[in-house]
Nanobody, 121 residues
């Protein structure tokens, strides 16, 4: 079906930057919305940012002005540039794509394995 591989997580000091990448592969018919979610210890998974096929974006209030989501349709990839990182941004970040796989009539949500982001104070 659809596989997602994330990269770019790590440990950074507060105020620093990281760039997350996620590449989709497999038997893909088309990709609709792409997004990043995160889950901190003891908390529910939350939407960080999303981007549509027309590059319309949506951000959580907590990251507006600091994070930027982008996509490269030719590479079937989505990116998250994270600037001015704060300790409260510490979480596992997951890539999600809403895509239709070949042989399937309807699209589904596909998730990456997650990449850890840790921000020290």
């Amino acid at each position: 079906q659809v596989q997602l591989v994330e990269s770019g997580g790590g440990l950074v000091q507060a105020g620093g930057s990281l760039r997350l990448s996620c590449a989709a592969s497999g038997n893909i018919f088309n990709i609709d919305t792409m997004a990043w979610y995160r889950q901190a210890p003891g908390k529910q998974r939350e939407l960080v940012a999303s981007i549509t096929t027309s590059s319309s974006t949506n951000y959580a209030d907590s990251v507006k002005g600091r994070f930027t989501i982008s996509r490269d349709n030719a590479k079937k990839s989505v990116y998250l540039q994270m600037n001015s990182l704060k300790p409260e941004d510490t979480a596992v970040y997951y890539c999600m794509v809403y895509a239709r796989a070949l042989g399937y009539m309807v699209p589904s949500n596909y998730w990456g394995q997650g990449t850890q982001v840790a921000v020290s104070s």
